[in-house]
């Protein structure tokens, strides 16, 4: 009796996850929007640019998130741990202390050298979750930066936009 009755309650939680497919995308959407906003708050955006392609900078060699091939578990941990031994650096609080340690099974004395840089700011899970989000669904896989994602990442009269107006994309120049 009770097996069913759990049976049945999970069959219903799966009916009612797949009738809100558009609330999903609304939501989606904000958690976009969060992510974007802590992708700027966290200063993703220092080290791996605007668009993510990434490049040298005082944090060495960011790697290219538009040409990652990490899934959302290995983003996620990549940002919760950072990564030892370069300059990515960790972002969850206490990721690297001795009672803790969820990175590797390492703390800060037996990651010595290989230690990542702390953060400029802290992030909650929540703030991963979105900016992973944020990185996955704007950023990862997109080749080359277009006109059009940089008008929509500082708002469509931005002059910073006017290098990506390539061959071919003049028509989209805002205002002429
Ligand atoms: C201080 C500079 C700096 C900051 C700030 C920074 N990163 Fe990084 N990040 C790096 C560097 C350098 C690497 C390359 C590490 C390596 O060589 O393996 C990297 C690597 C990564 C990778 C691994 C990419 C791959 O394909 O292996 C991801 C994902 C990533 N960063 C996401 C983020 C996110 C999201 C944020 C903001 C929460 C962030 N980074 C903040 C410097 C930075």
Known sequence: MRTTNLLTMFLIAMLVAGAGGQAVDSADKALDAEGKSVFRRANCMGCHKWDGSGGGGYGGDALSLRQTQLSREQIIMTVECGRPGTGMPYHMRGAYDDSNKPCSGMDRQQAGVQMPPEPTTYLRANDIKAVVAYVID????????????????WGSDSRVCNVYLGAGQQQSRPGG
């Open 138 to 153: 704007t950023i990862k896989g997109k080749g080359s930066t277009t006109h059009a994602e940089c008008t929509a990442f």
